[in-house]
Structures are given as C-alpha cells and as structure tokens.
C-alpha cells in the first residue's frame, strides 16, 4: 500500500506541475495577443472605439489562470505529504525524487524502437506461419506445419502465448487509464512489471515460438 500510495502522489504532483506550466503558457500567449492588438488597433483609430482598448490586468482580475495559485498550492501539498511521509520531512530530497527523470513516463527511448522492430519480425513470421497452414492446405492440399506430428502441442503452446499478450494487453489499458490493479489483486509492488517490460518479453517469446514452428 506504501509503494501504491508513493506512486499516487508522485503523479498527482507532477499532473499539478503541468498543469502550472499550462497556465502560464496560456497566459504568456494571451499577453502577447493582447499587446499585438492594442498596437495595431490603438483606441484612438477608426477601426476601434476606446471602450474596447484591451488591458491585461483588468481581463484576468479575480481569476485563477493568471498564476495558477490553486495548481501551484496542491503541488506544493503534495511535496510536504511526500517529505513528511517518505523522506523525513526533507523537502529537498523530496522534490528531487518527485521530478520526472529521464526514461520515466511517456518519453521516447531506444527500448521503443527494438520493440517495435522485434515486433514488425514476428509480424512477417506469423504471415509466414498462416501462409503454410491456410494458404497451402487450400491450393495444394498439403500443410508443413499442420500436418506435423507436434502440431498440438504447438498450439497448447500458442495458448499460453496468448493467453500473455492478453495479459500485457490488460496491464496497459489500466495503466493507461489508472487503475490500481496491483491492489485490487494484491501484487507485490516491488515484483510487478510494466507494460513495456511485459511486451519485451512476449515479444521474445512469439519470436522464438514461430522460428520453432517454421
């Protein structure tokens, strides 16, 4: 539950964290419109009447978007609840362990593209595959595969393989969408692997099942 509720916390800081950076970019490109139009369309002119003259302060007075006040006090909630509960009341060290690093989260590494051309290999090996089964039992009446002795326990084999990308496939949906399935099914925490770890190693699997089959 303590590695659960780490892991809650790190992400709500770093949603608020974004969401204060969104907040002043926003503002930062609505100041910059605002002067644009006060220097091309002076109140004075014929094309704008002086009532329209826009001025930033007055536009985001007793609002929450000029500084986003809300956002940066929840994150700042959140560094005193992890310090005082993880890091011993350290802010610093808390901050420090809060912060996105690199490879953690949505960022593209190289892990992502040997998946992707492991993955596109046994693509090519699974058309193969049902090429032999299908396509040849069809027009020549003859299949290299199917007709193998060992072709049951193949697909006992291919079962359980599934059965594995299944379970990948699972993982990232709620992953993606923030379940906590590692409670509602009372994991270990410290031994449940992520998705990517998980597809790495289907991936391998499938590999090595249709070089065997072929």
């Known amino acids: 539950e303590a590695d659960s509720i780490m892991r809650a916390v790190i992400d709500l800081y770093r949603l608020s964290k974004l969401l ?65 509960w993880f890091c011993n009341r350290n802010i610093k060290e808390a901050r ?50 199917g007709g193998r002795t060992a072709f049951p326990v193949f697909r006992a084999c291919g079962g359980l393989l599934l059965y594995h990308w299944l379970w990948g496939t699972s993982v990232f949906i709620w992953s993606r969408y923030r379940v906590n399935y590692i409670f509602l099914f009372d994991f270990d925490p410290r031994i449940v692997d992520t998705p990517l ?4 190693n289907v991936v391998d699997e499938t590999f090595v099942y249709l070089v065997l089959m072929l």
Request: charged share 25%.
């Open 96 to 145: 420090a362990q809060m912060l996105p690093k690199k490879g953690d989260g949505l960022e593209m590494d190289w892990s992502q593209l040997r998946l992707g051309f492991r993955l596109g290999m046994c693509t090519i090996l699974v058309m193969w595959v049902c090429w032999d089964c299908f396509w040849g039992l069809v027009y020549d009446d003859h299949s290299t595969i």
């Open 20 to 84: 204060v950076n969104y907040s002043m970019l926003n503002y930062t490109g609505f100041v910059k419109i605002m002067k644009k139009f006060n220097k091309h369309f002076p109140p004075k002119s014929d094309v704008v009447n002086s009532d329209l003259e826009l001025n930033v302060d007055d536009f985001f007075e007793n609002t929450v978007f000029k500084d986003a006040a809300e956002a940066e006090d929840l994150s700042n909630s959140m560094e005193n609840h992890y310090a005082e």
């Open 197 to 200: 770890t998980i597809f790495n």
